[in-house]
């Protein structure tokens, strides 16, 4: 499987390809890919993919926030790490919190990223990188649907299949 990514991705997997942000590129046939940096506590990229059959798709993971406007994203695949509240409800208990929890994005800022970048042409949202331990995935996705009007919220998981076509079909 051809592995393409940052400098330090080409570090470590022998073979990858490295991308840089600044440049689109044609993978394969029909997949055109734009990577975007995103702060992280290591250098991150996010991706704004483009393919005739599911249009345009924003792949953002392993990032404390995405400070952009992508116009017409057909399909979102966003982290939503943890919740504030969550986190903050064991902060106040005294429970010990894993600073790795704050280099990564909360449902809070997802949610506020996804109303900024709406638009008619959104078919769905997918969730990823949900937190173990400071995350509600099913609070998640019901907040996000009711918050986007958007039937097609999803949560990755094993055996989720997320339609991708470009059409109400």
């Known amino acids: 499987v051809p592995v393409f990514g940052n400098e330090a991705v080409c570090g470590a997997v022998q073979g990858a390809a490295e991308v840089k942000t600044g440049h689109k590129y044609r993978i394969g046939e029909k997949f055109l890919v734009q990577p975007i940096s995103v702060p992280h506590n290591v250098p991150a990229f996010a991706y704004v993919i483009d393919h005739p059959e599911t249009g345009r798709i924003v792949f953002a993971t392993d990032c404390s926030a995405f400070n952009y406007s992508i116009p017409g994203v057909s399909h979102w695949m966003i ?55 400071n995350s509600d995935a099913g609070k998640f996705r019901q907040t996000a649907a009711k918050e986007l009007c958007l039937d097609n919220v999803f949560i990755a998981d094993k055996g989720v299949v997320v339609p991708l076509k470009n059409t109400d079909s």
Not at 79 to 91: F, G, M, Q
């Open 79 to 133: 982290e939503a790490n943890y919740s504030e509240d969550i986190v903050l409800e064991k902060d106040l208990s005294g429970e010990e919190m894993n600073d790795a929890t704050f280099n990564h994005l909360s449902f809070e800022s997802c949610l506020e990223t996804l109303k900024a970048n709406y638009c008619a042409t959104t078919r769905s949202v997918t969730l990823i990188h949900l937190s173990d331990s």
